[in-house]
């Protein structure tokens, strides 16, 4: 899958240098990762926050002096090295050679330097921390390669993270075989759709569940009622970046997710659109998938979001190459219900990458693409955050709702509906 000339290879990179994902693409490898537990410590437990549909948890950055500073870190399972902003890499004296030190609940981190990313880059002008959080600031990623020194559990009901040493304590739910890239932490998991099994990589900093275009296609083929629209709404939506992924991308409804036995029923998830459009994947392979995956050390189908992970206590046992999941509920196959639009951030505001369509047919009438997405129901959208905008365009089917757009300096009102997806 990895074979590619030159050229290929340079206009892939090139190409996935300038993504948003989920996962933002990190260093490829992890080294020197030091962990420090306080005397007879086994485990310690955070809170987590929600923010944009991903969890932040509290991490104190020791600066050269000494003195620390307190912030809340991006959760990313997806990503394999710490992602710092500028400004707090270069306070943490991490371009002066300085390594990485972290206090996380009482337990000491030491990354080399070398492995901590600068930034996390930015698409079409914008900081890439900014655009999934504004106005929320976040500013480091907790990462894979981190988190696998520990035996991790993410308990969404009690909105906590724990961390203990492998086997320290029993572990709750039904186990599961996973596999770890060593270099990278990142975690697969074989899963089973119909008659299929497909590797998955477990992604708690990821909203959603988005698979690669070309398998959605293939059982769309066999299957398709399990087509819900195309364009990414809702949740689904969890770039706003101007890509094809979502714009072009095609929300399904599986009936069933088998994980291990564990089985997840009505999950939504979303078909990325070909990134390189219908020509340049078909002459180079699915451009984003194939080189998100290295990172993980194998080809995969897509990550599993929080629309699943949700639903679970999951515990990680990195050493032990084991997952175990206890079941909190059910996936809601109502969760992307409501205006179907695409939408890109522009800035502090919002506008319309696309429209949702359903048998070739739009969704909602009346708005254009490139529209800004002022209001929705006198409520205005500048400065609000990716999670408080879908919540505002949330709407059960036949539910109205109302859209103040501006068109070329032309303001425009639009009635609309929900739609269920």
């Known amino acids: 899958m990895y074979k590619s000339s030159g050229v290929r290879r340079a206009l892939v990179i090139g190409l996935a240098a300038g993504l948003l994902t989920a ?101 079409d002008g914008q900081d890439l921390f900014g655009l999934l959080f504004a106005p929320r600031t976040v500013e480091a990623v907790l990462p894979a390669g981190v988190l696998q020194h520990f035996a991790v559990t993410i308990d969404p009901k009690t909105a906590s993270l724990t961390l203990a040493r492998s086997g320290a304590s029993r572990s709750r739910g039904v186990p599961v075989p996973v596999r770890t890239n060593p270099t990278t932490g990142i975690t697969v998991v074989e899963a089973q759709v119909g008659d299929q099994r497909i590797p998955l990589v477990l992604d708690v900093g990821a909203p959603y569940t988005w698979l690669r275009g070309r398998t959605v296609a293939g059982w769309l083929l066999q299957h398709p009622e399990w087509r819900r629209a195309d364009g990414a709404v809702g949740r689904a939506n969890l770039a706003m970046a101007d890509l094809a992924l979502e714009r072009a991308g095609t929300i399904i409804r599986l009936p069933g997710i088998d994980v291990g036995g564990v089985m997840f029923r009505d999950v939504g998830a979303l078909g990325t ?14 451009i984003f998938w194939d080189t998100w995956q290295v990172d993980a050390g194998e080809p ?61 047919h739009p969704l909602v009438s009346g708005v254009e693409v490139g529209d800004r997405l002022l209001q929705v129901d006198g409520y205005p959208l500048d400065g609000l955050a990716p999670d408080a905008v879908r919540a505002k365009l949330s709407a059960r089917p036949g539910e109205r709702r109302r859209l103040q757009l501006d068109r070329a300096g032309t303001s425009v009102t639009v009635a609309t509906e929900g739609t269920r997806f």
């Open 23 to 123: 996962c933002l693409p990190p260093p490829s490898q992890v080294s020197r990762v030091a962990v420090v537990w306080p005397d007879g410590g086994t485990s310690v437990t955070l809170p987590m926050e929600r923010a944009s549909g991903r969890w932040l948890v509290p991490v104190a950055f020791r600066r050269p002096d000494g003195s620390e500073r307190r912030l809340l870190a991006w959760l990313n399972m997806g990503a394999a090295a710490p992602i710092l902003s500028q400004d707090l890499y270069r306070a943490l004296g991490l371009a002066e050679g300085h390594d990485l030190l972290m206090d996380i609940g009482g337990v000491s981190v030491t990354v080399e330097a070398g492995s901590v990313k600068d930034g996390p880059g930015s698409v």
């Open 273 to 286: 659109g070909p990134l390189g459009g219908a020509i340049g994947d078909a002459a180079l392979g699915e």
């Open 300 to 360: 995969v189908t897509g990550w599993l979001g929080n629309n699943v992970l949700d639903t679970v206590r999951l515990t990680l046992d990195y050493a032990a190459g084991t997952s175990f999941w206890e079941r909190l509920g059910s996936a809601d196959p109502g969760d992307l219900d409501g205006v179907g639009l695409t939408l890109v951030r522009r800035d502090a505001g919002y506008a319309i990458a696309a429209v949702a369509t359903r048998d070739g």
